[in-house]
Nanobody
Framework: QVQLVQSGGGLVQPGGSLRLSCAASGFILDYYAIGWFRQAPGKEREGVACISNSDTSTHYADSVKGRFIISRDNAKDTVYLQMNSLKPEDTAVYYC????????????????????WGQGTQITVSS
């Protein structure tokens, strides 16, 4: 079965850190760029970070730049999102998604080009 399985997340205090994992099952992650998205209540889904299939390109939304780090371990078919200095406005459901290799820069992928999506993970930043 082809799927992305997310783990991590939960409740954290402002200023804290969390790491999300996104593991591929049923396909080889090497051929896919990975994006992390989030959707807060009442807001549209937004791209948070992405990484190219070969780890040569990353991109971050301005709102998380300098605080979040995306990385991947193709040997483990897993992508990570390290989230530091978390703020209440980071509260949302986070999703990982995979797009078949097409571009060098992962920022060139539109959300419609992401084929596989994880199940979503709630991140709540609150004191």
């Amino acid at each position: 079965q082809v799927q992305l399985v997310q783990s991590g997340g939960g409740l954290v205090q402002p200023g804290g850190s969390l790491r999300l994992s996104c593991a591929a099952s049923g396909f080889i992650l090497d051929y896919y760029a990975i994006g992390w998205f989030r959707q807060a209540p009442g807001k549209e889904r937004e791209g948070v970070a992405c990484i190219s299939n070969s780890d040569t390109s990353t991109h971050y939304a301005d709102s998380v730049k300098g605080r979040f780090i995306i990385s991947r371990d193709n040997a483990k078919d897993t992508v990570y999102l390290q989230m530091n200095s978390l703020k209440p406005e980071d509260t949302a459901v986070y999703y990982c998604a995979a797009a078949l290799i097409r571009y060098y820069y992962c920022s060139n992928y539109t959300s419609n080009e992401y084929t596989y999506w994880g199940q979503g993970t709630q991140i709540t930043v609150s004191s």
